[in-house]
């Protein structure tokens, strides 16, 4: 009970650190330039100050300090992995530099890809490494010499799956509250310490930015905070993936790609319109989920709103399996989620129609 109360108080202290934290990010926003103006491809109507990302990495980070002045078993995982966890914090710094230095000047792809397979080969040299992958059929299949390359591809993969989701007022945020929230709780039921910790206390940070950042928004995250918070979910999700192989559903590749279902279809979805088109992968443009959500006449909170709930039945599966230890109830529970949302949606679409009809 100590250690789901010591979980309970990261996510609060997290939560709360962030949103106070809010007021200095949007004037540091101000004072450096760090400000998004509107154009043909943005959707925001006014300038908004980017920098939301500080108050978020802040409300990660600073509450790890009490356990400095805590003496239970949380704290002294924490201090066991102390050594990790710190380099995991200056990879994260050095990221949200990156993200700094691009919403202030802007970077051009390949310089931030360069910086980020720095950044991935680090963590990869610090401990967070794929060194194997669940094979539902036999054996774990071990990765060898493809270890590196295949960790670099995931860090690296994520840090810009989430990066290109962040179009809607809200949607990373929140998309990552769940994920993170999701990831904490299996690892809560594993009794996956470290992994727990570190997810609850991102959970807490965008939730407690999530009312600042929520349409319509005061400030937005910018790419300091969603190449950081990429690179937080994708380390977060490396630990669990090992640490927890014996013990949850989290474990296994399918498990991981529902998990981060949202952020990774957007993306692979993305590229290959581009791709088929003969555009440049990272060309901005509005190819993305949210984009054809709002090309259908969808309001900005209907469709991150639906985003949401798409979100929670992805990750909602894997929990709910770890919980019950069966992937039929899950599937019957995610799924029928998923069909009401849609169906409440139908029945709301249908009475606007009507309701114009009768004015007509």
């Known amino acids: 009970m100590t250690v789901y109360k010591t979980y309970f108080a990261i996510l609060i202290l997290s939560a709360l650190t962030s949103a106070a934290l809010v007021p200095f990010a949007q004037s540091l926003a101000a004072r450096i330039g760090a400000v998004d103006l509107p154009n043909e491809r943005k959707i925001h109507q006014a300038p908004m100050p980017r920098l939301g990302g500080v108050a978020v990495i802040a409300g990660f980070f600073l509450p790890w300090l009490i ?18 966890l710190l380099g995991l914090s200056s990879c ?14 802007g970077a051009d ?3 931030k890809f360069v910086i980020q397979i720095i950044v991935a080969l680090t963590l990869y040299f610090l401990g967070f490494e794929i060194v194997q992958v669940t094979n539902p059929f036999g054996s774990p299949i071990q990765l060898g010499l493809l270890s590196a390359p295949v960790t670099v591809l995931w860090i690296v993969g994520i840090v810009n799956a989430v990066n290109l989701l962040d179009g809607l007022d809200g949607l990373v945020s929140g998309v990552t509250f769940l994920v993170a929230a ?18 609850f206390g991102l959970a807490g ?12 928004a005061k400030i937005f995250l ?11 979910l994708s380390s977060i999700g490396i630990l669990s993936s090992y640490k927890a192989v014996t013990a949850t559903f989290v474990a296994t590749p399918l498990s991981l790609l529902l ?3 949202l952020p990774i279809y957007d993306t692979t979805s993305v590229m290959i319109k581009r791709l088929w088109r003969g555009q440049p992968i990272f060309l901005a443009d509005k190819s993305h989920v949210h984009h054809s959500l709002l090309n259908r006449g969808w309001r900005q909170t209907k469709t991150t709103l639906f985003l949401y709930i798409v979100t929670f039945c992805l990750v909602g599966f894997p929990v709910i399996v770890t919980l019950t230890q069966s992937p039929v109830f899950a599937l019957t529970i995610s799924g029928g989620i998923m069909l009401f949302t849609v169906f409440v949606m139908y029945l709301r679409k249908k009475k606007r129609a009507n309701q114009k009809l009768e004015r007509s």
């Open 67 to 84: 356990f400095y002045l805590l003496d239970n078993r949380v704290s002294l995982e924490f201090k066991n992995y102390e050594t990790m």
């Open 92 to 105: 994260t710094m050095l990221m949200m530099g990156l993200g700094i230095y691009d919403d202030v000047k």
């Open 109 to 111: 792809a390949s310089k």
């Open 182 to 199: 999701s990831i904490g709780v299996i690892n809560m039921m594993a009794d996956q310490v470290i992994v727990a910790l570190m997810a």
């Open 205 to 216: 940070a965008c939730l407690g930015f999530l009312p600042h950042n929520f349409h319509p």
């Open 222 to 232: 910018g790419d300091s905070g969603s190449l950081t918070i990429g690179l937080l």
């Open 259 to 261: 998990v981060f279902g």
